[in-house]
């Protein structure tokens, strides 16, 4: 396989994934769920995360390293944001500093997700 022909279809992979995350963001968006708790323990973005990990090693070296990076950062990040939440939440005060947190956080993966998926179609990497 030439070397064009592998980064289209790793390109492909990555449409994939942005497409899983977006699933779970619609999943939070559209059902009682926040955004951030669809996003992080719904099974389109586990499925995502875990073909990261999977491609991750084929992107070395090309501009979707970024991307990949980019993709289990947000998973990440957005898990331990949840969590955190979650803490907060077993304090009444907390509740009120939880609610609007996930808001954020979900807005926040919105934004990571839309961001990386128009970069990728332009072929542009991440920071």
């Known amino acids: ?24 963001v619609l999943i939070g968006i559209t059902s009682a769920a926040f955004i951030v708790t669809a996003f992080v323990f719904g099974v389109p973005s586990i499925v995502a995360v875990i073909l990261n ?16 990076r980019w993709q289990i950062r947000t998973f990440w990040f957005t898990l331990l944001w949840c969590a955190l939440g979650g803490l907060l939440i077993a304090t009444v005060i907390g509740v009120l500093v939880a609610i609007p947190m996930f808001i954020a956080v979900g807005v926040w993966v919105i934004y990571r997700v839309v961001r990386g998926w128009l970069a990728l179609k332009d072929g542009k990497p991440m920071p």
């Open 53 to 68: 990990y999977v491609k991750r090693d084929e992107a070395r070296g090309t501009f979707l390293e970024s991307h990949f």
């Open 1 to 24: 396989m030439t070397d064009e022909a592998q980064l289209d279809g790793l390109r492909a992979w990555t449409h994939v994934i942005y497409g899983l995350h977006a699933v779970s």
